[in-house]
Structures are given as C-alpha cells and as structure tokens.
C-alpha cells in the first residue's frame, strides 16, 4: 500500500472516531451530567465547561491514535524518496553504461577515447577523481602500476602528474589488492579500515573510500579503473558497482581488439616486407603459371615483374629438370631441393627451390622460393678441397686435436691419435676423458677444466700422463680453449703431444693462432679492445676490409678521433659511467669515419671486460649499418610522400567502411563530387550515384567484398543536380575499411559515344558501297561477255579471213576485256566479302599435289623473265579441309605479284610447314621490295607499290585485299617482312577447316 492509500485510510479512521466519540459525547454528556448536578445553577455551570472537557477528552484521544500512525507514515514517505533517489541514480549509471558502450563502438583513438569515457562515469558517479592505471613488468621490481588516465571534481588536486604514482610496485603500494583484482574481483574499502601501506599512501591524497575494479584485456590482467572520494565517505550498492564492471569490461575488450588490429597490422607489414626482400626469390603460381612475385625473383631471373606474372615459370628451370619439378608440384613436395635454373639471357645456375601450399585470394596455391646457391656450391666445393686439405695436414701432424663437450666427454679426435696414443677416434668418441687421465693428475686436470668453462676463449696449458691402447702412460704437453660460444666448434677444444716434441707443438699453436686470426679477420664484425682512456690496444685485420685503416694505423690512437662530431658528446658522456660497470654489455649507433673521410653509420657492441685479465679492456664489436640508415630514411620519406599523395592527388580517394560511408575524403573528392569534406563524411557511396547506375553499385560492393577489388563506372549526380560519370576502382584494405580511387570520365564517355555513332554510320556507308559494286560489276559483266565471245569468234576466223591489222585490234580488244573482267570478278569477290556473303567450299585435299600444280602453272611466268621458281615443301602426304579454288587464286596472286616485281634472273621461292591445326606458307621474292611508309596499307584495295603515273607495272591494287580476305575467311592470318631494295615475304597460315567444324 503506497503513502497515498495510507493517507485516505488514515483520514477516514479519524473522521469515523470523532463522529462515533461526537456521538456518545452528545447523547450520554446530559445524562452524566445529572449524576452529578445537584441543582438547576450547578447543572447550567457543568453545562458552560462540557464544551471544554469534549474538546479535551476528543484531542487526547485523536493525539493518542495519530502519534504513532504519523510517525510511521513518515517512514514510510522517506523509505519512498530514497527508492526514488535510488531508482534515479541506478537509471543513471545505467544510461552511462550506454553511453559508454557506443563510445567504445566507435574506431577512435583510444587517447581520445579513454578520456570521454571516464568524463562520462565521472558525472554519473559523482565522486572526487576517477582514473585508470596499467599494468607493466619491471624485471626488477616485479609488476608495477603508472597512471595513465584521470577526471577530477573541482576543488581536488589531480594525481596525474605525481611520479610516485608511476611504475609503482603492487608490492609496495598494493600489495592486499592484486590477488582480489587478478581473481577478477572488486576492491572496495573506507580508508581507515586498510592496513599499511595502502592506507598512509591514500590517505596522503585526502582519500575516504575507494572503489577499484579490474580491467582484463582476454586472460591478461591489464590495469584497473578507480573512484576516490574525498568529500564523503561513500557506501557502494552491489548493482551500481555491477554496472561498473560491465564499463570496466568494455574497456578491456576495446583494448584487447585495438592490440588485435595493431598486431595484424604489424602481421602485414611483416609480410610485405618479408615478400620484397631480396634474399631470394619468391613466387605464388597455380600449376607452374606465376601469378605474384617479389622483386627477388626479377633480380635473379633477369626478368623484370610484369614480364614474371603470367609467365610459365617452368621456363625458369632448366629443361632436363622440368620433369622433377612437375612431379613435386602434383605430389605436393615441401621439402627444399636443388635444381638449375635459367635467366632471361640464357645463362645456367644452380638454385634451392622449395614450396609450400598457402591459402592465396580464396584458393590454396603454392608459394615457391627461390635462392640462387650460385656461392654457395663454390663455397662447398672450396670448403671440400679445404677439408682435405686440413684433413691430410692433420693426420700428418704430431699433435692430436680434440674437442670435448662441457662434461668432458670427447665429442671429436683427429686420426692421428691411433699413431701417437694407439686409439682409434671411433674408439674415444662417446668416452669421458677423464678415463685416460692418469689418476694422480686427475683431480688438477678436472680443477683446470673448471676454471676453463668460467670464461669464454679462456685458453690453459697444462701437463698430464695420458693412457695409450696398450695400458702404458705417456706425458703430454695439452692446451686447452673454451669455444663452447663457437656455433662451428661448441666445445672445449684441445691440441696435445709429447713433450718431447715440444718444437712440433710450437708449430701447431702457430698454425692454430693463424687459423683463429683467419676467421677474425673474414668475420662481418670488426673487433676492437680500448683501454679506460679509450686508446686502442688492439684492431681485427678486417677494419681494412671495411673502413680502409690498417690495424697498425689504429694502435694508440683514441677511439674517439673517428666518431662524428654529432655522435662524440653522447658517447663520450656515456663512457665513464660504463666503465663503473664490470661486465656491462651497452648496444648503440654511430657514425665512424674511413681512411677515404666518408663517414659509415655503424652498429656496435660494447662489453666491458677490464676485469677479465685476457683482455683487461673494453672490447667492441662492430659493422656497418649504412645501408639500413639509408632504407630506414627512405621508409620515412616515403610515409611523408604516400601522405602527401593523398592529399594532392589528382584523382578523389575515399575511405569507406563495409556499408559504403564514407571514413575519409580528400580535397579532390569535394571538388568533383560538390560536396564539402564535411557533407561526404555524413554521406555514403549510394547517396551520390544516379538511379540508373544504383544495381551496378551494388553489385560492385558486393564484389569487392568477395574478391578485394573492383573496377565500375557509374553515372554520379553532382551536388548542383547535373550529372557525370566517374571511373570507381575499389580495393579492401582490411575486414570492414576500403579505398576508392575515383576519376572524372565524362568526355571520354561522351567521347566513346560519338565513336559508335561514327562506326554504325561508316559501316552503313560500306555496305552501301559493296552492295554499289556489286550491282555495278553485274552491269558491266554482261556486254563484256559478249565482247569477249565476239571477240573469240573473230579470232577463230569463223566469218572469214581477217587482215593482220584486224588480228591485232581483236587481240586487243580480247586481252582488254578478259583484264576488264579480271578486274570486275575482282570486285565481285571483294564486295561478297565485306557484305559477307561470300562462302567457301571446302573439300579435303593434299596439299603436295596443289603446290605442283601451282608450280606447273606459274612456271611459263616465270621463265619469260628467267626467274629461279623453287618450292619447298616440307608438309609432304598431308590432307587439309579447305576451299581449295580460293587456296590457289592465294597463291596465283602471290606468286605473280611476286614474278612481276623481280627482276629479271630474280629468284621466288615458297616455303610450306604444317602446324596441329593449320599450314603456313611463305612466298619470298629477291624484288623491289615495298617502301615501310605502305607495308601498313598494303592489304587495303587498291593500295599499289608502284602508284606513279609512270607506272612500269600493271595491276588494280585488288589482288592482295583479296589475299588477305582468303585468308581470314579459313581462320587464318597473313602478314608481311619486307626491306626495299632487297625483297618481300608473304607469309599467312590457313586453318584446317574440319578441326573447326568439329569444335
């Protein structure tokens, strides 16, 4: 029952009391009254005070009744305002909470975003200051805490800034709150109920309560958010602190994602760069066809990328080994192996290849490296001929040479052991060598042993007895020397012999020192000792090799006289202090300058070993780096340029999440679109296309979606409302982000337009012309029969005896009109063609008897002008499906062009090969050739070599338009090699007709 109900319930019990009190009063006062009045006078006087007593008695009553019932009333009116209150503040923590969840929705920077959230909490909490710590591990001081964030009240001193909340051990400011925050629970305290040091530390800052909850980012503890109060000391409901977790949750999963996409990030970086580095080849092909490459592969080929990508890269190994790389690719072999590869200009070289099966654009192909090994089989056969070479001086020397491991077991023994000691080195491998050792001289073997191991390249000599095979001792003289640290040794390495050869033993610790002096001096790193005063006391002979000094030109010079100006105050400030270091290990960057004075950026490690009596000093190690300093500038000018691009391209870029909004614009885009940048990011792609091109937009979108790129054109509506095309090509550059590179191509539509026009329109004109031609031959074909047949009839003397005069003009008019009439088939043929009506009539035939045949005929040609006609047929017995009349009107044409423009004593020749599917011929000529201004147009009608009004050879220019329509109707192609003054090659293949009907 609420207040209200109460209150009604409550007004009509007093109502009904004083109505039943009012009652008895008036109807039992009188009566009473008479019991006590003993006259008339004495009646009327009770009479004036029962008013009074009525008043009396019904107020005593009503306070008696309503005391306790107000009082409970107003209980039960403040136990309602605090609901209300409680209600009210829960509702806003929960609209927070809400808030907060959008905020961390958002791809935001999360040094922006951290600081809006706790803004947000803060208001709502209302507390003094909200913050939030991370956690770091310190290899020394164990896990630490630094405050990263904060939000405070007005009037309360911020803690941001204060460095003992910085890197601050849990175990020193903490140490009763990690367990409760790493168990995924919140630690809620008044202050003065803490134990030390938490509460001397909080109570320093005017802290009374204190609310911690965790913040984990996966498994990972990564900090906590707190809420101090210094004005109250605050008593937290367990749903407001809840609501706070689900925030502090939200936060770490924030975190967590953005550390996730920093990470892959990174992952493609690393990729890329591990894709165009130039250590080797690497290549993604699907069956041998190359469908990516890195520049590695073009610098070991000799082809360049794009000539790469699409290639068969078989053609990138030697023939003889085609076999065995076709047979890894289908068994799916990923081991390495070795075959030889060919370059662009034909040269052989040994490569490793090895493949692996990689998921690759939705589909899994192999990834093959390539690594030319060129140096390294010189290497291997220089170090086979160098092992031998050592394997022979070793077995002839006088002292044995051993390696043992840290347990003294014998890990290797020279052969001439067996000469010297009796042992085969099969018989030592595996066995401790303190078994050989004489037991009086064991346990300060074993002592020097001990000492050995403490100190790399720590070198000993001592003497011990040593048990030959036979049982018997002999005394050895033996030296000793750590290389457990030499990956090539990684052992103890040890060379010994009679002492009384001691002169032999001298001679091998020559050829040792020079050995060792050997691999210093072919080592990448230059090694150099200094003394505390930085003078060099020793130089490796291969600073020559790098930096052009000498190592006597070094000794006693200061280290500092070769750093770059720039470099020298910071190293030389530094060196003091390492030097209070034993055995400090310090890894920096300089420039040092060479003999030449150029200056080398170099990289270089320095340890300091003044303790170590072998070399009591500070000893460096250092290369050049020059080449990465000049990569790592030229990555940050690239940044610096890919930047400006953007902004200064001349083309719109947008950025666009999955549902096509637009993230990021450039000016480019404002300008074309009409839009501010501001208007485009409230915008999507959608918005700006017209509705005509709204489907292809879509389906765009969806392909770059499932394959990663895209390229439309769509018409846009600029914000005036006119209209434009634009060219979109679309790329995904991650999960939900893509870029746009969008151009401007409305003239070149408009452009492509009046193009179609154009084309309909002349091909309109040319069908009229051929159907023109057509008609036109037709009419002039008929009398010109006529003529002809008169003419032959006259010639036959039929009519009687003609004159030798009217022999001649009846030669002529014959010769005239059967040229007339060449000429009118001619154009027959050619409009049939263009109007494409033209068919062939094909027939299987042998190709070896036509070529007779077209020898047999053209030769009378030929002989009129002594030319040399020769045939060379290598088709032989072959049978082809073609139209064999237009098969010979190809080579009658050819050939008389060819006759007519060789000179005499000239020679014509023909050359016929047969394909799987076609044949070619070629018809060559030792003529006039054809100037290179017309070999272009020479298949075009009426196009002549010879267009002159002195023209000294005949022909209407249609007979190789002919050719060339011939050609192209049996599938083929027919082209042209000629070299004015020399000669022309005709050559055109033919298909076999019946392979395509077949298809």
Same mark, same amino acid.
């Given at each position: 029952?609420?207040?209200?109900?109460?209150?009604?319930?409550?007004?009509?019990?007093?109502?009904?009391?004083?109505?039943?009190?009012?009652?008895?009063?008036?109807? /039992?006062?009188?009566?009473?009254?008479?019991?006590?009045?003993? %006259?008339?006078?004495?009646?009327?006087?009770?009479?004036?005070?029962?008013?009074?007593?009525?008043?009396?008695?019904?107020?005593?009553?009503?306070?008696?009744?309503?005391?306790?019932?107000?009082?409970?009333?107003?209980?039960?009116? @403040?136990?309602?305002?605090?609901?209300?209150?409680?209600?009210?503040?829960?509702?806003?923590?929960?609209?927070?909470?809400?808030?907060?969840?959008?905020?961390?929705?958002?791809?935001?920077?999360?040094?922006?975003?951290?600081?809006?959230?706790?803004?947000?909490?803060?208001? *709502?909490?209302?507390?003094?200051?909200?913050?939030?710590?991370?956690?770091?591990?310190?290899?020394?001081?164990?896990?630490?805490?630094?405050?990263?964030?904060?939000?405070?009240?007005?009037?309360?001193? =911020?803690?941001?800034?204060?460095?003992?909340?910085?890197?601050?051990?849990?175990?020193?400011?903490? =140490?009763?709150?990690?367990?409760?925050?790493?168990?995924?629970?919140?630690?809620?305290?008044?202050?003065?109920?803490?134990?030390?040091?938490?509460?001397?530390?909080?109570?320093?800052?005017?802290?009374?309560?204190?609310?911690?909850?965790?913040?984990?980012?996966?498994?990972?503890?990564?900090?906590?958010?707190?809420?101090? %109060?210094?004005?109250?000391?605050?008593?937290?409901?367990?749903?407001?602190?809840?609501?706070?977790?689900?925030?502090?949750?939200?936060?770490?999963?924030?975190?967590?994602?953005? $550390?996730?996409?920093?990470?892959?990030?990174?992952?493609?970086?690393?990729?890329?760069?591990?894709?165009?580095?130039?250590?080797?080849?690497?290549?993604?092909?699907? $069956?041998?066809?190359?469908?990516?490459?890195?520049?590695?592969?073009?610098?070991?080929?000799?082809?360049?990328?794009?000539?790469?990508?699409?290639?068969?890269?078989?053609?990138?190994?030697?023939?003889?080994?085609?076999?065995?790389?076709?047979?890894?690719?289908?068994?799916?072999?990923?081991?390495?192996?070795?075959?030889?590869? /060919?370059?662009?200009?034909?040269?052989?070289? =040994?490569?490793?290849?090895?493949?692996?099966?990689?998921?690759?654009?939705?589909?899994?192909?192999?990834?093959?490296?390539?690594?030319?090994?060129?140096?390294?089989?010189?290497?291997?056969?220089?170090?086979?001929?160098?092992?031998?070479?050592?394997?022979?001086?070793?077995?002839?020397?006088?002292?044995?040479?051993? +390696?043992?491991?840290?347990?003294?077991?014998?890990?290797?023994?020279?052969?001439?052991?067996?000469?010297?000691?009796?042992?085969?080195?099969?018989?030592?491998?595996?066995?401790?060598?303190?078994?050989?050792?004489?037991?009086?001289?064991?346990?300060?073997?074993?002592?020097?042993?001990?000492?050995?191991?403490?100190?790399?390249?720590?070198?000993?000599?001592?003497?011990?007895?040593? /048990?030959?095979?036979?049982?018997?001792?002999?005394?050895?003289?033996?030296?000793?020397?750590?290389?457990?640290?030499?990956?090539?040794?990684?052992?103890?390495?040890?060379?010994?012999?009679?002492?009384?050869?001691?002169?032999?033993?001298?001679?091998?610790?020559?050829?040792?020192?020079?050995?060792?002096?050997?691999?210093?001096?072919?080592?990448?790193?230059?090694?150099?000792?200094?003394?505390?005063?930085?003078?060099?006391?020793?130089?490796?002979?291969?600073?020559?090799?790098?930096?052009?000094? &000498?190592?006597?030109?070094?000794?006693?010079?200061?280290?500092?006289?070769?750093?770059?100006?720039?470099?020298? $105050?910071?190293?030389?400030?530094?060196?003091?202090?390492?030097?209070?270091?034993?055995?400090?290990?310090?890894?920096?960057?300089?420039?040092?300058? /060479?003999?030449?004075?150029?200056?080398?950026?170099?990289?270089?490690?320095?340890?300091?070993?003044?303790?170590?009596?072998?070399?009591?000093?500070?000893?460096?190690?250092?290369?050049?780096?020059?080449?990465?300093?000049?990569?790592?500038?030229?990555?940050?000018?690239?940044?610096?340029?890919?930047?400006?691009?953007?902004?200064?391209?001349?083309?719109?870029?947008?950025?666009?999440?999955?549902?096509?909004?637009?993230?990021?614009?450039?000016?480019?885009?404002?300008?074309?679109?009409?839009?501010?940048?501001?208007?485009?990011?409230?915008?999507?792609?959608? %918005?700006?296309?017209?509705?005509?091109?709204?489907?292809?937009?879509?389906?765009?979108?969806?392909?770059?979606?499932?394959?990663?790129?895209?390229?439309?054109?769509?018409?846009?509506?600029?914000?005036?409302?006119?209209?434009?095309?634009?060219?979109?090509?679309?790329?995904?550059?991650?999960?939900?982000?893509?870029?746009?590179?969008?151009?401007?191509? *409305?003239?070149?539509?408009?452009?492509?337009?009046?193009?179609?026009?154009?084309?309909?329109?002349?091909?309109?004109?040319?069908?009229? &012309?051929?159907?023109?031609?057509?008609?036109?031959?037709?009419?002039?074909?008929?009398?010109?029969?006529?003529?002809?047949?008169?003419?032959?009839?006259?010639?036959? @003397?039929?009519?009687?005896?003609?004159?030798?005069?009217?022999?001649?003009?009846?030669?002529?008019?014959?010769?005239?009109?059967?040229?007339?009439?060449?000429?009118?088939?001619?154009?027959?043929?050619?409009? $049939?063609?263009?109007?494409?009506?033209?068919?062939?009539?094909?027939?299987?035939?042998?190709?070896?008897?036509?070529?007779?045949?077209?020898?047999?005929?053209?030769?009378?040609?030929?002989?009129?002008?002594?030319? %040399?006609?020769?045939?060379?047929?290598?088709? &032989?017995?072959?049978?082809?499906?073609?139209?064999?009349?237009?098969?010979?009107?190809?080579?009658?044409?050819?050939?008389?062009?060819?006759?007519?423009?060789?000179?005499?004593?000239?020679?014509?020749?023909?050359?016929?090969?047969?394909?799987?599917?076609?044949?070619?011929?070629?018809?060559?000529?030792?003529?006039?050739?054809? =100037?290179?201004?017309?070999?272009?147009?020479?298949?075009?009608?009426?196009?002549?070599?010879?267009?002159?009004?002195?023209?000294?050879?005949?022909?209407?220019?249609?007979?190789?338009?002919? +050719?060339?329509?011939?050609?192209?109707?049996?599938?083929?192609?027919?082209?042209?090699?000629?070299?004015?003054?020399?000669?022309?090659?005709?050559?055109? *293949?033919?298909?076999?007709?019946?392979?395509?009907?077949?298809?």
């Amino acid at each position: 029952m609420n207040s209200s109900d109460k209150g009604k319930n409550l007004a009509l019990k007093v109502t009904a009391l004083y109505i039943l009190v009012a009652s008895i009063w008036i109807l /039992c006062s009188d009566i009473v009254l008479g019991w006590f009045a003993l %006259d008339v006078d004495q009646y009327m006087q009770l009479q004036t005070y029962k008013g009074w007593f009525f008043v009396l008695i019904t107020g005593s009553l009503l306070f008696t009744y309503l005391t306790p019932r107000i009082r409970e009333l107003n209980r039960s009116r @403040k136990s309602l305002q605090d609901t209300e209150e409680s209600l009210n503040r829960r509702l806003d923590y929960e609209m927070a909470t809400v808030r907060c969840m959008r905020l961390l929705l958002e791809p935001a920077n999360m040094d922006k975003l951290i600081p809006q959230i706790l803004d947000i909490i803060h208001q *709502t909490v209302g507390n003094s200051r909200t913050y939030i710590f991370k956690n770091e591990e310190n290899p020394e001081l164990g896990l630490c805490m630094s405050q990263v964030y904060e939000v405070v009240s007005d009037g309360i001193e =911020p803690q941001i800034d204060n460095p003992d909340l910085q890197h601050l051990p849990y175990n020193e400011g903490a =140490p009763t709150m990690l367990p409760i925050l790493e168990s995924r629970q919140h630690f809620v305290h008044v202050v003065e109920e803490l134990e030390e040091p938490e509460r001397t530390i909080l109570a320093e800052q005017g802290i009374l309560s204190i609310l911690i909850i965790p913040i984990f980012t996966g498994k990972e503890l990564w900090g906590f958010i707190g809420f101090d %109060d210094c004005a109250e000391t605050r008593k937290w409901h367990e749903d407001d602190i809840n609501l706070l977790e689900v925030i502090a949750d939200g936060i770490g999963e924030y975190i967590f994602h953005r $550390k996730a996409e920093n990470d892959l990030k990174e992952s493609e970086e690393r990729f890329k760069a591990l894709h165009n580095a130039s250590f080797g080849g690497i290549a993604i092909h699907d $069956k041998g066809l190359v469908l990516d490459c890195n520049q590695g592969l073009s610098e070991i080929t000799g082809y360049t990328t794009n000539e790469l990508i699409g290639m068969d890269g078989l053609l990138l190994i030697e023939e003889s080994f085609r076999s065995r790389v076709i047979d890894n690719m289908i068994s799916g072999y990923e081991e390495a192996y070795e075959v030889i590869g /060919c370059r662009k200009d034909g040269t052989e070289y =040994p490569v490793r290849v090895q493949a692996k099966i990689v998921p690759y654009k939705g589909k899994q192909l192999r990834v093959t490296e390539f690594r030319d090994i060129t140096e390294q089989k010189e290497a291997e056969e220089a170090l086979k001929k160098s092992e031998a070479k050592q394997s022979a001086m070793i077995a002839n020397i006088s002292d044995v040479i051993a +390696v043992i491991d840290k347990d003294g077991i014998n890990r290797y023994k020279s052969p001439n052991i067996e000469k010297w000691f009796g042992w085969k080195p099969e018989e030592m491998i595996g066995v401790s060598t303190w078994e050989n050792i004489h037991p009086d001289d064991l346990e300060q073997t074993q002592k020097l042993f001990s000492r050995l191991l403490e100190q790399q390249n720590a070198t000993s000599t001592s003497e011990a007895r040593y /048990c030959c095979k036979d049982g018997s001792y002999k005394w050895m003289e033996f030296t000793a020397i750590n290389l457990l640290h030499e990956p090539t040794i990684n052992g103890i390495l040890l060379n010994y012999h009679d002492i009384t050869e001691r002169k032999q033993a001298e001679n091998h610790l020559r050829e040792s020192e020079a050995k060792e002096s050997a691999m210093i001096a072919n080592s990448a790193d230059v090694i150099a000792i200094v003394d505390r005063d930085g003078i060099n006391i020793y130089k490796s002979p291969n600073i020559e090799k790098w930096f052009g000094w &000498k190592p006597e030109e070094m000794i006693g010079v200061s280290a500092w006289k070769n750093i770059h100006p720039d470099d020298l $105050k910071n190293t030389q400030e530094l060196y003091p202090i390492f030097l209070e270091m034993p055995e400090a290990v310090v890894t920096s960057e300089a420039r040092y300058r /060479c003999k030449d004075d150029s200056y080398k950026w170099i990289e270089f490690t320095i340890s300091n070993l003044l303790n170590e009596p072998a070399i009591n000093g500070v000893m460096l190690n250092y290369h050049d780096i020059t080449e990465r300093k000049i990569a790592e500038n030229a990555l940050r000018d690239s940044e610096s340029k890919f930047r400006n691009y953007i902004e200064n391209a001349p083309y719109a870029i947008f950025i666009a999440d999955e549902d096509w909004k637009y993230l990021e614009v450039n000016k480019t885009a404002s300008m074309l679109t009409g839009y501010s940048e501001e208007e485009l990011l409230t915008m999507t792609g959608f %918005d700006l296309v017209a509705p005509e091109s709204q489907r292809k937009a879509y389906q765009s979108n969806y392909e770059v979606k499932n394959t990663g790129f895209t390229t439309v054109e769509l018409l846009f509506i600029h914000k005036d409302k006119t209209s434009y095309w634009m060219r979109m090509d679309a790329t995904k550059l991650s999960e939900n982000r893509y870029i746009v590179f969008a151009s401007d191509i *409305t003239e070149r539509k408009r452009a492509e337009y009046s193009l179609i026009e154009g084309k309909i329109l002349a091909e309109e004109n040319n069908r009229i &012309k051929s159907e023109f031609l057509a008609n036109m031959s037709h009419e002039l074909r008929t009398p010109l029969t006529a003529i002809i047949g008169f003419s032959d009839i006259l010639d036959a @003397k039929l009519f009687g005896e003609l004159n030798e005069k009217q022999i001649s003009h009846v030669n002529h008019i014959n010769k005239s009109g059967r040229h007339l009439l060449e000429v009118i088939n001619d154009i027959l043929d050619l409009s $049939k063609i263009e109007a494409g009506k033209m068919e062939l009539d094909c027939e299987n035939f042998p190709i070896s008897n036509t070529l007779n045949e077209i020898q047999a005929f053209m030769h009378p040609m030929a002989g009129k002008k002594n030319i %040399d006609l020769k045939i060379i047929n290598e088709i &032989k017995d072959v049978e082809i499906f073609a139209d064999r009349v237009k098969f010979k009107q190809i080579m009658f044409n050819l050939l008389s062009n060819a006759i007519k423009f060789t000179p005499d004593n000239g020679k014509v020749s023909v050359f016929a090969t047969n394909t799987e599917d076609d044949i070619q011929v070629s018809v060559s000529d030792t003529g006039i050739g054809i =100037p290179l201004n017309l070999q272009q147009d020479i298949f075009n009608p009426f196009t002549q070599v010879d267009s002159s009004n002195k023209r000294r050879y005949g022909g209407t220019g249609l007979g190789l338009a002919l +050719v060339k329509q011939f050609v192209e109707l049996h599938n083929g192609k027919i082209w042209l090699e000629s070299e004015e003054g020399k000669g022309s090659t005709f050559s055109f *293949t033919i298909k076999n007709q019946d392979s395509l009907v077949n298809n």
